[in-house]
């Protein structure tokens, strides 16, 4: 089946920076994309990586890696409102298949 | 406000009862997803719907069922309720193609079976 897998909880402090991984199944794979939700809310779209490389947008950074069937999301300058999870998830076409996600605490 | 619509926002219902989810894509979306997503955990998939047709089915249980309307909203229908159906139901839409924007995801309904 398509499954992704992510470390479970990561803790970071204020200003740091940190990097979720994920890897994924290659059957039918087309891309990465990652999520943002904060606790009772929705998901919100952050990027999508269709090509090998690193995509920039402000703090945010996600690569991607073909050949290692691998991701990450980097987060720079950590702040409080970044405690969240973050779920990556694969496009396999028809539809996204996500990870179990993330649990982000920033500490002060 | 995302552009996706769902209701109710909330839902208490006992088991064996049924119920129907609403969801309103964003305009000009014509994809509609549901997603349900259990306490701590990930989101599954459950089916897909694009201008009205069924385009994908992921681990939807036979008790439920979902349809797009012609105006493109969409039913979400969970019959013979469990209390392991109590859950987050996410609706999401998207454009066609349009993969480098993402979902964009409604608020959820929270479904409690008691």
């Known amino acids: 089946g398509q499954s992704l897998e992510q470390p479970s909880e990561v803790t970071a402090v204020e200003g740091a920076i940190v990097q979720i991984n994920c890897t994924y199944q290659t059957s039918g794979f087309y891309g990465l994309s990652w999520y943002q939700q904060h606790d009772g809310g929705a998901p919100t779209f952050l990027s999508y990586n269709a090509l090998d490389g690193l995509e920039e947008t402000g703090r945010f950074s996600s690569f991607l890696s073909r050949s290692d069937s691998y991701g990450y999301l980097l987060l720079q300058e950590l702040q409080m409102k970044d405690s969240a999870s973050y779920f990556c998830?694969?496009?396999?076409?028809?539809?996204?298949?996500f990870g179990p996600g993330t649990r982000l605490s920033v500490l002060p | 406000d995302s552009g996706v619509t769902q209701t109710p926002k909330h839902l208490i219902t006992a088991t064996g009862q049924r119920v129907t989810l609403r969801c309103s894509p964003r305009?000009?979306?014509?994809?509609v997803y549901w997603y349900q997503q259990s306490l701590d955990q990930g989101l599954q998939f459950l089916i897909q719907y694009y201008n009205g047709e069924e385009r994908a089915k992921g681990n939807i249980l036979e008790r439920f069922s979902a349809q797009q309307f012609p105006d493109l909203h969409s039913e979400l229908n969970l019959s013979s309720l469990e209390l392991g159906d109590s859950a987050l139901y996410f609706c999401a839409s998207s454009v066609e193609g349009g993969n480098n924007y993402g979902y964009t995801f409604g608020s959820g309904t929270r479904l409690t079976v008691v």
């Open positions: 998830a694969s496009d396999y076409g028809q539809n996204f298949v």
């Open positions: 305009s000009g979306d014509l994809s």
